[in-house]
């Protein structure tokens, strides 16, 4: 009496209402509220508030004792095979979902399914510790397997009927009650915890959406602006500088470049840079660009990818030596993004060749 007194927020009332001798809470819900107003000298708001919630606590019990009994006997008749007959009805009767299952071993899934009851039942001891718990199996189901409150309907269909179909004659209106009650709870809780995980996740979605236009924007002015510098410091010079550098570093690509006429090769880079600095503003137009660049490079020069590695170290020591004070880490980052961009489209479309 007093852990329900103190869910209704009315423990002081415990004197008074054991001085009446009431001892339970069915005792309660077997009153009229005005019979508690009187006796207890309390408003009628009150009152009435103590005999519904007498009333919904008297009902959860009887619907839990009607659920746990009930699953005792599918567990001693049917067990797993319960859940065996559960899949095949569903997929009978609603056969939209089971492409939600096409690569489930059905044997382990409907063991899941005869746990997951199981765990349910069990907690009805405990209904604050299973909401959480199916709060999390929901926001799983939406994410990892596109599960929507609809498919929860079709499921609590042929769950009722697979334990109107296994409990016989047990399943009388009292257990049916039961066991709607609480496969609704279950398919609400889990329903509505999916809902807000995909809610949750596309208003991420959206906010990671507009940090990233954001940083776009960012790191084009600095590559661009920087990019300007270049061209009216060093113009082809930097690319010259460039594969002096690479060279030095990197003797193995030298072969590469064996029969090139390196002022050629420096203007080449130049305006090849150039190009994608300029495309930045047009990225979807870049793309092809890089990717038949790199088809080329692939066939032509043998270019693998670990020489995009080189030419990248190479390309960023460039700038940071032609730029000085205005090579930032806002730049060097802008630049590092930039020939990420350039070298990973550029070496996926080599191998592909």
Not at 14 to 41: C, H, K, R, W
Not at 77 to 99: G, I, M, N, R
Not at 317 to 325: A, E, N, R, V, Y
């Amino acid at each position: 009496m007093e852990t329900f007194l103190k869910s209704c927020g009315k423990e002081d009332l415990l004197p008074a209402i054991t001085e009446l001798g009431l001892t339970s809470v069915e005792d309660i819900s077997l009153l009229e509220p005005s019979d508690l107003e009187s006796d207890l000298d309390i408003d009628a708001e009150t009152a009435a508030l103590l005999v519904e919630k007498a009333n919904e606590q008297e009902t959860f019990m009887k619907r839990r004792a009607a659920v746990q009994s009930t699953w005792k006997a599918v567990e001693d008749s049917l067990s797993v095979d319960a859940t065996k007959l559960f899949y095949k009805h569903l997929f009978e009767t609603y056969p939209e979902v089971k492409p939600l299952f096409e690569s489930a071993d059905m044997d382990a899934q409907a063991e899941k399914l005869y746990k997951t009851v199981g765990i349910a039942v069990k907690y009805l001891d405990d209904v604050e510790g299973l909401l959480p718990i199916l709060e999390e199996m929901g926001e799983k189901h939406a994410r990892e397997w596109e599960t929507k409150r609809e498919h929860y309907t079709a499921v609590g269909d042929a769950l009722v009927w697979t334990l109107k179909t296994g409990l016989g004659e047990a399943w009388t209106p009292e257990v049916a009650d039961a066991w709607t009650w609480v496969y609704g709870v279950i398919a609400k809780t889990m329903a509505d915890g999916g809902e807000k995980a995909l809610e949750e996740e596309g208003k991420e979605e959206e906010t990671n959406e507009v940090d990233e236009k954001e940083l776009f924007e960012k790191r084009k002015v600095a590559v661009q602006s920087t990019w300007k510098t270049v061209e009216d410091s060093l113009s082809v010079d930097a690319t010259k500088l460039f594969y002096q550098k690479l060279f030095e570093n990197y003797p193995s690509v030298k072969p590469l470049f064996e029969n090139a006429d390196m002022d050629s090769q420096a203007e080449k880079l130049y305006k090849t840079v150039a190009l994608a600095v300029k495309y930045l503003d047009d990225v979807e137009g870049l793309i092809p660009v890089l990717e038949e660049m790199g088809e080329k490079h692939a066939r032509e020069y043998s270019c693998k990818r670990e020489h995009y590695t080189a030419v990248g170290e190479t390309l960023i020591w460039t700038l940071k030596t032609g730029l000085g004070d205005a090579w930032t880490p806002e730049v060097a980052d802008a630049w590092t993004w930039v020939y990420g961009v350039i070298a990973n489209t550029m070496g996926d479309a080599g191998d592909k060749v």
